[in-house]
């Protein structure tokens, strides 16, 4: 069964000393000065994230970029995300991240990450800004996969789009995009 583990106990951690943590095969971000370990997705998963990078990069602008994790999203001194994907400008990014929100930032559903994707990085996303918000539940034998965007509206998320498995999300933040959440994982 997959786990998550949060450290440390006891203090707030920083960036630097998420940078100083070795590399041991775990997803390290840091959350409101609490380090998140999760472990390496799952094939389902992974095959939602790739169709996603297809589907965004197709229709992104030359000025912006998508990105998958890992890659450094810098929300403050003591919150350092890598969501699974995320659309920026080319001139806000730097070879080691993004300091600061991006566009559009994506989760796609673990078992594992479930609570922290829909709860702590969404409120995270929502304070620092980020104008676009996904969550992509890839879908598991008990359920179909479905797509729920949100877009910031005076500070707060509201949600503007939700796809089941053969319905088409169509957004027009960051930019124009239709995406079936059913193509993601067949």
Do not use: N
């Not at 996904?134 to 965007?149: L, Q």
């Amino acid at each position: 069964m997959e786990s998550m583990t949060t450290l440390p106990r006891g203090r707030t951690m920083t960036r630097a000393d998420l940078e100083a943590l070795p590399e041991d095969g775990w997803r390290h971000e840091l959350v409101d000065g609490a380090l998140v370990m999760t472990p390496a997705p799952r094939l389902r998963h992974q095959a939602a994230v790739v169709r996603l990078v297809v589907a965004l990069d197709a229709a992104c602008p030359a000025d912006l970029r998508v990105l998958v994790a890992p890659f450094s999203v810098v929300l403050g001194p003591d919150t350092v995300v890598q969501p699974d994907l995320l659309v920026a400008p080319r001139s806000a990014m730097s070879d080691t991240g993004l300091d600061g929100p991006p566009l559009l930032a994506i989760e796609v559903l673990s078992p594992s990450t479930t609570h922290i994707d829909l709860g702590l990085k969404k409120a995270r996303y929502e304070a620092a800004g980020c104008p676009s918000y996904w969550v992509v539940d890839p879908g598991s034998t008990e359920h179909e996969p479905s797509i729920t965007a949100w877009h910031l509206e005076d500070s707060a998320y509201v949600e503007i789009a939700t796809a089941g498995a053969r319905e088409r999300l169509a957004v027009t933040q960051p930019y124009p995009v239709q995406i079936s959440p059913a193509d993601l994982v067949t």
